[in-house]
């Protein structure tokens, strides 16, 4: 049973930058296609970026490329998110989300079996 | 305005069968067999109910089915109970540089 655990919540002023954290505990860390997710208030899913920590090679969706970096760190089976340049309507729950199945190349990005309880970022000055 | 299209809402009353439709393009839905669906209860983290069409994780009630037609994918509960009043969300793998694309959600109610 893999347990993804994150921080609360977090308030930022515009313009500054947000790292959150997703803490695995259970399955192989290395081998998941780890995705990174966000909702605003209200609102529906958004899928912001992923790695898979082995290959160490994050992918991003083009709405946040150039704000957003993703790592993993495999000896203490963490992964991060850094949003930089910060908005209000950055303003939402961000989720870590796994696919913790056999890897299959980018494809396995497209399923989540594990989720975290999601952290809360408010963007406000 | 999101890539892949739901009904905002569907209803049935408990007992009944519903189906949420999730519209895409011949870059996502039409060409992967990689459309999963989420179920989201106030307040929590979405949870997988289907993935790769029609495949259901261990533990989810066999209630819930899926399929896909073209570029349209679609769940099916069917037996509908009070416990299934949510947010479901369907997602794509896609050919488009955003590698996974999501509908805007679709809220059951249960009359």
């Known amino acids: 049973q893999v347990q993804l655990g994150q921080p609360g919540a977090d308030i930022k002023k515009p313009g500054s930058s947000v790292k959150v954290s997703c803490k695995a505990s259970g399955g192989t860390f290395s081998t998941f296609a780890l995705s990174w997710l966000r909702q605003a208030p209200g609102q529906g899913l958004e899928w912001l970026g992923g790695i898979i920590p082995f290959y160490n090679t994050p992918s991003y969706a083009q709405k946040v490329q150039g704000r957003l970096t993703i790592t993993a760190d495999e000896l203490t089976s963490t992964a991060y998110m850094e949003l930089s340049s910060l908005r209000s309507d950055d303003t939402a729950v961000y989720y870590c989300a796994s696919n913790s199945g056999t890897y299959r190349g980018p494809v396995s990005y497209s399923t989540f079996d594990y989720w975290g309880q999601g952290t809360l970022v408010t963007v406000s000055s | 305005q999101s890539a892949l299209t739901q009904p905002a809402s569907v209803s049935g009353s408990p007992g009944q069968s519903i189906t949420i439709s999730c519209t895409g393009t011949s870059s996502d839905v039409g060409r992967y067999e990689f459309v999963s669906w989420y179920q989201q209860q106030p307040g929590k983290a979405p949870q997988l109910m289907i993935y790769?069409?029609?495949d259901r994780p261990s533990g989810v009630s066999s209630r819930f089915s899926g399929s896909k037609s073209g570029n349209t994918a679609s769940l099916t509960i069917s037996g509908l109970q009070a416990e299934d009043e949510a947010d479901y969300y369907c997602a794509s793998y896609s050919s488009t540089p955003t590698l996974v694309v999501f509908g805007g959600g679709t809220k059951v109610t249960v009359l």
């Open positions: 790769e069409v029609s």
